[in-house]
């Protein structure tokens, strides 16, 4: 069985208010892996006060001239155990591919890091029936290895207007069917965008809904704990 895991995507905000990285809500349970992606700021603080830190990207190469980057070693140092690779904030705004994704992904692996590999396709994507294929693209180029993927379609993301779990599921079961068949089964599928804890445990039921990956709702430590303790009930 897989085990559930729900991860807090800070993305570029301070921990949140009323955030104490030693009684938190972003800390593991018996039941269920939690998963902090603070700045690269707060790494330290929270990997630190014993959370599950991720970093929320990594550079493939060890060290070199590349201004502004972290390598997936540096990460390692610094206490990470998981890397996201491939937001679609940093496929946009960084114009990251499916190339750079794979290498990030090869990288972190080789690092002894967890990649979550996000995935996800645009609203006109969608509309012109093109979701599969896209999503066909970005799975085929993911190396294999110990690694979790999220589906975040971008229409969803931070818009408010998440996928329904029928939506959500139709996907991660297609996802799970063009994984290898190797890592098929073991591999957790998230599901991001627009997760609150209105619509967590609905999504959560799905058969291949194996944890969530969360944005805004991550930014208010009480949601986030409420959003933990329905993966909790549903064990
Ligand atoms: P959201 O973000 O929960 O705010 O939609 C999810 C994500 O980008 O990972």
Redesign the pocket.
């Known amino acids: 069985m897989r085990r559930p895991l729900i991860a807090a ?1 800070w ?1 570029m905000h301070s921990a949140p208010e009323g955030f104490d990285a030693d009684e938190s809500t972003f800390r593991a349970n018996s039941a269920v892996d939690v998963v902090v992606f603070p700045t690269f700021l707060q790494i330290d603080l929270c990997a630190k006060a014993g959370l599950i830190t991720g970093a929320q990207c990594g550079r493939p190469e060890k060290d070199g001239a590349f201004t502004g980057d972290v390598s997936m070693s540096m990460l390692k140092e610094v206490g990470c155990t998981y890397v996201l690779c491939g ?3 940093r496929r946009t705004h960084y114009r990251e591919t499916n190339t750079y994704v794979e290498e990030q992904v090869i990288a972190a692996l080789e690092e002894g890091l967890h990649p979550i590999v ?1 995935i996800g396709e645009t609203t006109q994507e969608r509309e012109r029936g093109q979701a599969k294929e896209v999503i066909m693209k970005q799975v085929g180029s993911i190396p294999h290895g110990e690694i979790s993927i ?1 589906y ?1 379609p971008i229409w ?4 408010g207007e ?1 996928a329904t779990p029928e939506q959500a599921e139709e996907m991660q079961e297609f996802i799970r069917n063009i994984l290898p068949q190797d890592i098929r089964e073991q591999t957790r599928i998230l599901y ?5 804890a209105f619509n967590a445990k609905d999504l959560l039921k799905q058969k291949n809904i194996d944890g969530l ?6 930014l208010d430590p009480v949601v986030f704990g409420e959003i933990v303790e329905e993966a909790v009930s549903l064990m």
């Open positions: 995507n993305k937001h679609s904030e996000c999220a975040e969803a993301i931070g818009s998440s991001g965008g627009s997760v609150n990956l969360i944005g805004s709702a991550a």
